[in-house]
């Protein structure tokens, strides 16, 4: 046989074995290489190359393996007969299939349909008692994954027994690791297999990419392949596996169990034992990658923390370098962004790779780099990208929006054709109710027709993402296509549009291709090496309740998950370790770097830094001048490019030297919250707001004799005879209880609650019900949260309220009572739960008010204090570095 690489003594045996092979293929060693050497033995020994099938799981290793193959055959085999060979993804060889014999349309779902289908079904079962952008950030996208998972298995929702599943979740409950009930889980779980159906049901035809190897099975009837090879069989799930054993003759199938991470797609180690009984083994030892040191390291600690240490122990017995190195460095300490730096600024001419375990630690450490002018290539969505989602979002739907609120919010985006000076008088003007003033915003806006849409986009959002960069305009162009999708679907409602935007997965774009550096989680990082590895692992072990909704399906179908999915913790750091060539740091805090030491085979340094929060630099005076001269306001746009007029800090300071009152919720002690609740106030919609507001004017009014409990229906009169019950029970703890005064608005001089110089500012509340009893008063506060985690702040408010009563009355404060009643306890999960509580005041929280109140009153004494605590405090918004821009230029020329 001849290749343009030497086959070395493992590789030569593996080649000349003749029977079906599975490789135990260790990190570094040459798999892919390995699997093309077959193939090139197999044309070589005069196989056809039509059969021949290799299969792998991605696009990128599809290429990289053809690209491989094909350079072992240059000079040795024709163009036309490599283009013979069959080199697919599961997937691809699966959709194939089917599109050719016409058993399937050929469309695919895309996965936002099935995040919309989701949401859908929630909506319409009523399934949460959240809002519903938390619904739609949190619970849809990870049970669009738990549907994933469970379909990998071949299970579909007429597979799945609810009664069953429901009785099997007693058993894996455990209080301990979630904040709902078993009767929330147990009604999730119904909601949960109803979403299924619900997505199975809308697909119309159409095939999802679990659909295309369940057919395949099903359908399958074509010739078999002589020989089919498979790449990174680990991570085959158990359709992939029947499939491979379908299709094939003989087998050649390379991997590593200690590098199967993907077991949350489904990929199963069980798989890998299988075929370990069915194949013969042969090994892969000698690195070709990464240093002996690193290799001692992670062959060490590995073994240390598996349950199956003699199985793993004869495969890296023999897990020998090319070479030597340093040892590696673990870093115990709170600056893992400052340390990333230091590695980056210590190995100038290397490749770094970056490798967290989450996305979310990807979004963090990418804002870090971009503050500090780092260029990076990713393989994940980075913080910008995030922004430019919002941005985008706000902006377009203020425009087809009729609501004037949504309209007030898009002026301060930097898509506007509003300066930020007139977003401010605009959110001002709505909030002193000028309708005069809000004529022009109203006026503002597009239908939502493609052609309307397709022109916003083309005249304005694009431009303006073109010069915020790469992420941005990704970024413009997945949420048109989203926007593109969601017009097919059938008639289109402004909140079905919006919904359908946010509920898409971030997109991102691969950026600076020509860095050194590479930001990535570990499982991108499969299949790359780099010079340097900074790992930083994440100490957090969360377990969605969905986790548990899966395993009782699971379960209830006879798979258990718990042995599969065990050690996958450890298999992701030996693949992170793995990825190094020289140099391995790893970068964790106190606590978990003492898991990762091992003496004399890595050094340890502790680091006491903190890091310091950092915001993204953007250029926000720019982007706001190019967003007046796109929307043609040539004169504006120079005039903001020449110079500011430091409006904004005589604005912030305005509202300090004319502010007449405070109020409860007014006590903001976060700079940037206060600014934004309180000064600028920015006006938004809420449901749940009116669902309150229409519970209190009920009690009121059924309190005072205007109204019955017949006048009201639905969510409201049930939460109003909740109400009623409790006053009820009120009566028999409090005797001779009777109402004295509802909504009474209480308004007094500031200075009488706190030593204050000036007689004119007032503090103001508004109290729900008074009622006097045989001993006292008892101050009672209604409040319709599904739950009482906010009990203590609720506390705090009514402790604020008793001592105004008591001022403004003359009554002892000892004589004043205080209660929460809460009407519309019903949880996080709709379970048709709709309770309520009465929660006392034990201890007088009036002295935590006070602390909050003076922060407060000397931002009101020296307002310029107020403006250097909010840039001391930053944020990654547009919005705070655009009023951060105007601030710090004001005070630039303020100095000169």
Known sequence: MSTSLQPSKEQAEILNSDRNTIVISNPGTGKTTTLSMKVMSLLESGVKPEEIL??????????????????????????????????????????????????????????????????????????????????????????????????????????????KAQSLLDGLYDEEKTSYSIDEMKAFLKYFVDAYKNYEDSKQGAIDYSDMLLIFIEKFRGKKFQHV????????????????????????????????????????????????????????????????????????????????????????????????????????????LSKILDVIENNPEKTIGIISRTNRQIIEISQYLDTNNIKYSSTSSQATAEQAKGEILSFVKGLVSDRIEDKIAATFTIFSPYSLKEAFEFSSAFKKRENGKLDKVRSWGISMKREDLDGVFAKVVFPLCVSKGAEWFSTAIAVKQQIDQYLALGVPTMDGLFDFIAIGEESYVERSNESKITLTTVHKAKGRAFDVVVYIPSSAKRTSFIDIIVEAVLASNGIDIKEELEEESLRIDFVA?????????????????????????????????????????????????????????????????????????????????????????????????????????????????????????????????????????????RAVENGLNAIEQLKKDYQGLKIVGVEKWRNLPLRSLVDYDDPTLMFTGFIDAVFQHDKGYLIVDYKTDKNSN???????????????????????????????????????????????????????????????????????????????????????????????????????????
């Open 54 to 163: 290799c299969i792998t799981f991605t696009e990128k290793a599809k290429k990289e393996m053809f690209d491989a193959i094909f350079k072992m055959a240059k000079g040795k085999l024709s163009d036309s007969d490599l283009m013979k060979l069959n080199i697919h993804t599961f997937h691809s060889f699966a959709y194939n299939y089917l599109v050719d014999a016409g058993l399937v349309t050929g469309d695919i779902v895309g996965n936002n349909v099935m995040r919309y289908s989701i949401l859908g079904s929630f909506e319409s079962n009523k399934a949460f008692n959240y809002s519903k952008d938390y619904i739609i950030s949190d619970i849809v996208p990870k049970t669009e994954n738990a549907i994933r998972y469970i379909k990998s298995f071949g299970i579909t929702p007429d597979k799945i027994d609810v009664e």
């Open 229 to 336: 090879l498979v790449d990174e069989m680990q991570d085959m799930n158990e359709l992939e596996a029947k499939i491979a054993q379908m299709v094939g003759e003989n087998l050649f199938l390379v991997g590593d169990a200690k590098q199967a991470i993907f077991g949350f797609q489904g990929g199963s180690v069980k798989n890998f034992h299988m075929f370990m009984k069915m194949c013969e083994p042969k090994l892969l030892s000698l690195n070709r990658r990464s240093s002996q040191e690193i290799l001692d390291y992670s062959k060490s600690y590995f073994l240390g923390k598996t349950k199956y240490k003699e199985l793993f122990e004869r495969e890296l017995e023999f897990f020998k370098s090319q070479g030597n190195g340093q040892i590696p460095k673990v870093i115990s300490t709170s600056a893992h």
């Open 577 to 717: 370790f793995t990825r190094a060539k020289e140099k391995l740091v790893i970068i964790a805090d106190d606590k978990n770097s003492k898991n990762y030491h091992i003496e004399r085979l890595s050094e340890i340094e502790v680091d006491d830094r903190q890091d310091e929060l950092v915001a993204t630099r953007l250029n926000s005076r720019l982007s706001e001048a190019f967003s007046l001269f796109v929307a043609g306001r040539f004169q504006d746009s120079e005039k903001l490019l020449k110079g500011e007029d430091g409006w904004l800090e005589e604005f912030i300071l305005n509202y300090f030297k004319n502010i007449d009152h405070f109020s409860y919720s007014s006590i903001k002690t976060d700079p940037y919250e206060f600014l934004i609740e309180n000064i600028i106030k920015i006006p938004a919609y809420y449901i749940a707001t009116d669902f309150g507001s229409a519970v209190h004017s009920a009690l009121a009014d059924i309190s005072m004799g205007r109204a019955k409990l017949e006048d009201f229906d639905g969510d409201v009169r």
């Open 790 to 896: 906010r009990a203590s702040d609720h506390k705090r408010q009514l402790s604020v309220y008793r001592k105004m009563h008591s001022i403004l009355e003359g009554i002892p404060e000892d004589r004043i009572s205080t209660c929460i009643v809460f009407v519309a306890l019903r949880g996080g999960i709709n379970t048709g739960k709709f309770d309520w509580s009465i929660e006392t005041e034990k201890r007088n929280a009036f002295p935590t008010f006070l602390k909050h109140l003076q922060v407060v009153l000397e931002w009101k004494k020296d307002p310029k204090r107020f403006i250097q605590d909010l840039l001391e405090k930053p944020r990654d918004d547009p919005l705070y570095q655009a009023i951060k821009e105007k601030l710090q230029s004001g005070a630039q020329r303020s100095s000169l």
